[in-house]
């Protein structure tokens, strides 16, 4: 099956830093979404990327699906962007393959 | 903004009784699933239904799980005799027509003891 790896596995920032998230992965996919996992354990929809860019906000995500990786770029970083970054690809099967997530604290 | 809801937010159970996990899906969805995460690890996929049938299952979904879409509008993941290591959090969540976003609900924490 297809393998999904983040990087990096921890992030720990001040405060108003910029941060990038990456996941890579190993096979074509027809879906790609980034979420946020906060500190109360809900599943949070980031972004629907399966190809290209898209921006909410402060987030911003990147999707090269023919170099089969996607970034996600969190700008001027607030302590309620901390908890864990999941992101999720589907192939050609009926289900989401999560990779092992980067845990990001914002410290003020 | 349409949601999944899941009931109960968390539910705690002795070892070998029967659970019953339940779900409302985004109601023009076509897909539902459920998916488990173990306290620290990722998120783990179970069961895919759609067109009241289960249209894919993990390894994990053995014979003391199963699903149900009673009506049209509940989605339910049952598990026969629970096991000390089905703690987890359970997530259900649901999607339009193949290929489109998937929503998550809130989860439900299930402990074991």
């Known amino acids: 099956g297809i393998q999904v790896e983040q990087s990096p596995p921890d992030l720990i920032l001040q405060e108003g830093a910029n941060s990038t998230l990456r996941c890579n992965f190993s096979?074509?996919?027809?879906?790609l979404q980034w979420f946020h996992q906060n500190p109360w354990g809900q599943l949070i929809n980031l972004f629907y990327i399966p190809s290209g860019t898209k921006q909410n906000g402060r987030l911003s995500a990147t999707t090269v699906a023919t170099e089969r990786y996607s970034l996600l770029y969190i700008s001027s970083s607030q302590t309620t962007d901390s908890g864990v970054y999941f992101c999720?690809?589907?192939?050609?099967?009926?289900?989401?393959?999560f990779g092992t997530g980067t845990r990001l604290q914002v410290f003020p | 903004e349409p949601e999944v809801t899941q009931t109960p937010s968390h539910q705690v159970t002795q070892m070998g009784q029967e659970v019953i996990l339940r779900c409302v899906p985004i109601?023009?969805?076509?897909?539902f699933y459920w998916y488990r995460q173990i306290l620290g690890q990722k998120v783990e996929f179970l069961v895919s239904?759609?067109?009241?049938?289960?249209?894919?299952k993990s390894e994990i979904f053995d014979d003391q799980f199963s699903v149900e879409r009673p009506d049209g509008s509940n989605f339910t993941l049952k598990i026969r005799s629970t096991k000390l290591e089905d703690s987890a959090m359970y997530f259900c969540a649901s999607s339009g027509p193949g290929g489109t976003e998937a929503f998550f609900g809130q989860g439900t924490r299930l402990t074991v003891v």
């Open positions: 109601s023009n969805h076509l897909y």
């Open positions: 239904f759609y067109n009241n049938e289960i249209s894919e």
């Open positions: 096979d074509s996919v027809n879906n």
């Open positions: 999720a690809v589907e192939g050609n099967t009926d289900k989401l393959i």
